[in-house]
């Protein structure tokens, strides 16, 4: 019985003992001490046995064991008093002059930057900013804006067609333009409204084409309503984003949501007009499609078209930001490469 008890005094005190060496905190030492000395510990225990004992075994392995508390508790004590001494000087030496460690910090993606410029322009000229839903009903990204099924927006080539567990008929929006008609739903005429947001084509990517890519939708819908307005309006946002005068020019182009329809163009930055490279020698760089509402487009959106009329554009903003500082591969913007971003 003695010896049991004492090969069990030994193992209390050897894992007493290493449990300290393993501390290197006050918060350790702590735990150490509670599992080690306290209440529940091993010691306490066979501390709490000696009463039990045989009257001639009481005396020799009482002495023991309570020898050995003590000197644990010595050693504990001890070890505490370093433990807290040296973090005490942990805070005395912390010198604050001392300079940190240099955090990188990130910044806006080149589009999204334009992106909060056009904002303002448009803004500061009384248009609302509104956000939709990447994913669309085919009734908002084509019925609605009076793309029939045969026409070539429809091809599956061109959309990212989704899975909807209750049977509707989804897709990821291939244009802004659906905004207009939920406008006009939600704030009726007359308004001013613009929609930036990300868009979604099933092309391979190149240079000039991705994917995913950012277009900002424009709605003006109130009475009388013109190309003049149009072109007036397109004319003083490059104006503001480019500084100066821009020239621009409507070309006519087919877009079934817009009567007339137009691509719009505005004069090369880089050759004042003269051609170059970015140009392709035309002096005119192809920014955007635009027309007027389409009566069908007015009267899905719940305008009524004799008394209403209005013109809307769709803006490609990754054209534009590749124009502003001059990148020549629209793919960079989603490469992860930080040196291409750092730049900016
Ligand atoms: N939604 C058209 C596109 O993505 C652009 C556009 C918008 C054209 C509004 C006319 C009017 O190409």
New binding site residues.
């Given amino acids: 019985m003695s010896s049991d008890l004492d090969r069990a005094l030994d193992e209390a005190v050897l894992a007493a003992k290493s449990a300290l060496t393993r501390c290197t905190t006050v918060d350790d030492w702590e735990a150490a001490a509670t599992a080690h000395l306290g209440r529940k510990s091993a010691i306490n225990g066979l501390l709490r046995q000696i009463a039990t004992l045989p009257t001639d075994q009481r005396g020799p392995f009482g002495k023991r064991a309570n020898e050995s508390s003590r000197t644990l508790t010595a050693e504990f004590d001890a070890r505490k008093a370093d433990l807290l001494a040296n973090s005490l000087a942990a805070v005395r030496d912390f010198d604050p002059s001392t300079p940190g460690v240099a955090l990188r910090r990130g910044h806006e993606h080149p589009v999204l930057a334009i992106r909060r410029e056009v904002e303002d322009v448009f803004v500061s000229m009384g248009f609302r900013v509104q956000d939709g839903p990447e994913v669309e009903t085919e009734a908002y990204n084509f019925e609605a804006l009076n793309i029939p099924s045969h026409h070539p927006a429809r091809d599956f080539q061109d959309t990212f067609w989704v899975d909807d567990p209750a049977g509707r008929r989804l897709v990821m929006r ?4 659906p905004m ?1 008609v939920r406008a006009m739903r939600q704030f009726g005429a007359p308004l001013r409204v613009i929609v930036p947001g990300r ?1 979604y084509r099933n092309e391979t990517a190149d240079a000039t084409h991705e994917s995913a890519f950012h ?1 900002v ?2 709605l003006v819908v109130d009475r009388g309503i013109s190309v003049a307005h149009l072109k007036g309006v397109m004319a003083a946002v490059l104006g503001r984003l480019f500084g100066g005068e821009v020239a621009v020019r409507l070309r006519p182009h087919y ?1 079934p ?2 009567e007339p ?1 137009f691509e719009l163009d505005f004069q090369c930055r880089f050759c004042a007009g003269a051609g170059c490279a970015v140009c392709k020698g035309t002096g005119w760089i192809e920014l ?4 007027l509402v389409h009566a069908h487009v007015l009267k899905a959106g719940g305008v009524d078209p004799e008394a209403f009329t209005g013109f ?3 803006l490609g903003l990754d054209r534009l930001t590749m124009m502003r500082h001059g990148v020549e591969d629209i793919r960079h913007f989603h490469g992860g490469d930080l040196r291409f971003f750092e730049q900016f």
Avoid at 174 to 177: A, L, V
Avoid at 288 to 291: D, R
């Fill in positions: 291939t244009h802004t333009s207009q868009v277009q939708e424009g877009f949501f817009v329809g955007l499609g635009c027309g809307a554009f769709g």
